[in-house]
């Protein structure tokens, strides 16, 4: 819930493969993966709140300690997490780490 899974690289798949299991995914963005982005499972874009967006992070120059995976303005990720699910300021919660109500600890 509320998990961005975005430009993963995989062998079986850019996102995930499952074996003999379910997994269940809400409000999430699946952006940008490998193809095949998901292998032994449906798609789940589109259900269950889960979007495929470019996430709009404020910064990703330089390389991956130098990133500021902070959602810029604009970014549809914003408000776009679990409807029951609160952020420290009382709106519905963002997709990505610093959504929720402990988003703001990071």
């Given at each position: ?15 995930f ?17 490998s ?5 032994s ?15 709009g ?9 130098d990133?500021?995976l ?6 549809a ?12 300021d ?11 109500p402990?988003g703001?600890?990071?």
């Amino acid at each position: 819930m509320n998990v961005a899974v975005i430009a993963n690289i995989g062998h079986d798949a850019g996102a995930f493969a499952v074996d003999e299991s379910t997994l269940a995914l809400r409000y999430g963005d699946l952006y940008g993966n490998s193809a095949p982005t998901f292998t032994s499972m449906d798609d789940p874009t589109g259900t269950d709140g889960n979007l495929a967006v470019d996430p709009g992070y404020t910064d990703l120059t330089g390389g991956p300690v130098d990133w500021d995976l902070h959602l810029a303005a604009g970014s549809a990720l914003f408000d776009a997490g679990d409807p029951g699910l609160l952020d420290a300021d009382g709106t519905r919660s963002d997709i990505g780490a610093f959504g929720g109500p402990g988003g703001a600890d990071w």
